[in-house]
């Protein structure tokens, strides 16, 4: 086994990390990058053999960064602080981790979810440092397992469907510290179901797009740019380019069209149009490529409680997630044509996944949900 001077401690990991990810950042020609495999090794082989070398490991560092979102890193850093803590308490190296110790430091978490993604992490970074070990044992697959057992089922938010998002959407309570975020409080909201998206990771971050984004080229846009995301205006549709989601490291596209006539007259949903109304925001009030929000997430979490508490007494709770959950939700709800698609292609596996456009789908599916929203006035 290596000892320890082989290897930098935890704090030092995260500062290479970390100066890694700033020279990436602050890189502007990918011009080799982008060059095919055949022109790369010509080009390599009218260097020196020390320097081709250098060249091919700095791809592969960069490549094994970009595998893992920016905001990500910072969880993982969280994972190492730990471990290096645990480490320099057992009185052992902090790198390479010990594999005789991870059950004892796993167990110091109380949730089983949160422990899983502590030994991803660290086998993250293990990897980023060449080494192979793994680290979960039977041991700790044990521990772990007897965890999730303890705690219990896992806590999941109540969610908040269209009648009830359209409740505090209506209510102008100043429970947020000015009238603007109140204002944008509504739009993350409402962004948050009629796209279904994740409210911290996809909805607060987002960004302006150029005036030269477009559908087919945004997500190659937003890749090249760095950023997070792109909101256009195109052909009468407001569009999300996300650069990558939790189960697409692709990126995903999203549009929704105008809901004026598709929403009923009395809901009031015609302040908050997408087309009409949050573009015409975004468009007079951010600068094209900057972050749209100034509203940060714990002031959006802790106005979610506020209003959704005043129409409603939640069975476990409201977070950020009752959003996506009341949308997803009410589109199970209101589309017993998936369930027959099923039964009638004989599918018990998610292969059918392959033949449906999911996004059409899923864009028909909210627009058929508020065309058919009941007036409660009624």
Not at 2 to 9: G, I, L, V
Not at 172 to 182: C, E, H, I, K, V
Request: glycine share 4%.
């Amino acid at each position: 086994m290596a000892t320890s001077t082989e290897y930098p401690t935890g704090p030092e990991i995260i500062e290479i990390l970390k100066t890694q990810m700033e020279y990436r950042a602050g890189q502007t020609d990918t011009r080799f990058a982008k060059l095919s495999r055949k022109r790369k090794f010509e080009v390599l082989k009218e260097k020196p053999r020390a320097h081709a070398l250098a060249i091919m490991e700095a791809r592969m560092r960069d490549l094994t960064i970009s595998s893992v979102k920016g905001e990500t890193w910072n969880v993982y850093f969280t994972a190492v602080r730990a471990w290096a803590d645990f480490a320099d308490i057992a009185g052992i190296p902090h790198f390479p981790i010990s594999v005789e110790r991870v059950p004892t430091f796993v167990g110091n978490y109380n949730n089983a979810s949160t422990a899983e993604g502590v030994l991803s992490a660290l086998e993250k970074i293990q990897r980023f440092m060449g080494i192979d070990t793994p680290i979960r044992t039977r041991q700790t697959k044990a521990v772990v397992q007897g965890m999730r057992r303890e705690q219990g089922p896992t806590r999941k938010m109540d969610p908040i469907d269209l009648h009830l998002l359209d409740q505090i959407v209506k209510d102008a309570s100043p429970t947020t510290p000015t009238r603007n975020q109140l204002h944008e409080f509504n739009f993350v909201a409402v962004i948050s179901y009629v796209y279904l998206l994740r409210t911290k990771d996809e909805v607060l971050p987002l960004c302006r797009g150029l005036r030269t984004d477009v559908p087919h080229t945004a997500i190659k846009v937003v890749t090249d740019k760095q950023r997070h995301s792109s909101v256009f205006l195109y052909q009468n549709e407001l569009y999300i380019a996300l650069r990558s989601r939790k189960n697409s490291l692709q990126g995903a596209v999203l549009s929704r069209g105008c809901t004026c006539r598709q929403m009923h007259v009395k809901t009031g949903w015609r302040a908050i149009c997408p087309v009409h109304c949050l573009w015409p925001y975004i468009r007079d009030n951010v600068e094209p490529g900057c972050p749209i929000w100034s509203i940060s997430y714990p002031d959006m979490l802790s106005t979610i409680k506020a209003k959704a508490n005043r129409y409603k007494t939640p069975m476990i709770g409201w977070g950020t997630h009752s959003f996506r959950r009341g949308a997803a939700q009410d589109s199970n709800d209101s589309n017993p044509e998936l369930r027959l698609l099923l039964r009638a292609g004989n599918w018990t596996s998610n292969t059918f996944k392959e033949y449906i456009d999911w996004s059409k789908l899923e864009k028909k599916t909210v627009e058929k949900i508020c065309e058919e929203s009941p007036d409660e006035s009624e």
